[in-house]
C-alpha cells in the first residue's frame, strides 16, 4: 500500500507565497518521478511542475519563475515552493509520484487527494 499526503495549502493574498510538501509512505521500492498537478473549478486537471530521481525538472509555462520544485529522495519527499502567487494558480494541487513498489517492480502512478490553494485578496 502506497500513500501519498499533501500539506501546506491555504489562502494566501496575491503576490504572497506557499509551500506545499507531499510525502510518500508504504512499501517503496522505488520513487523514478514525482511532482505536482492542479485542477481548478471547471477546467481539466494540468501539469505543473515534475521532478526525476535524477532531478530533471520540468515545468508548467504559466509557472516558470515563481514555482520551484526539490525533492528529498532520502526522505520520499517533494516540495513546491509557489512565490508571486497570482488568483489564477488558485486550484486544488494534486501530488503525483511514479513508483514501483518492493512487492511489484512495475511502475504505477500514484496520486495524493489533494488540497487546495486559494490566492484572493
Known amino acids: 500500500q502506497v500513500q501519498l499526503v499533501e500539506s501546506g495549502g491555504g489562502l494566501v493574498q496575491p503576490g504572497g507565497s506557499l509551500r506545499l510538501s507531499c510525502a510518500a509512505s508504504?512499501?517503496?521500492?522505488?520513487?523514478?518521478?514525482m511532482g505536482w498537478y492542479r485542477q481548478a473549478p471547471g477546467k481539466q486537471r494540468e501539469l505543473v511542475a515534475l521532478i526525476t530521481s535524477g532531478i530533471s525538472t520540468n515545468y508548467a509555462d504559466s509557472v516558470k519563475g515563481r514555482f520551484t520544485i526539490s525533492r528529498d529522495n532520502a526522505e520520499n519527499m517533494a516540495h513546491l515552493q509557489m512565490n508571486s502567487l497570482k488568483p489564477e494558480d488558485t486550484a486544488v494541487y494534486y501530488c503525483?509520484?511514479?513508483?514501483?513498489?518492493?512487492?511489484?517492480?512495475?511502475?504505477?502512478?500514484?496520486w495524493g487527494q489533494g488540497t487546495q490553494v486559494t490566492v484572493s485578496s
Open positions: 508504504g512499501s517503496i521500492y522505488r520513487i523514478y518521478t
Open positions: 503525483y509520484a511514479a513508483l514501483a513498489t518492493m512487492t511489484s517492480m512495475t511502475t504505477y502512478n500514484y
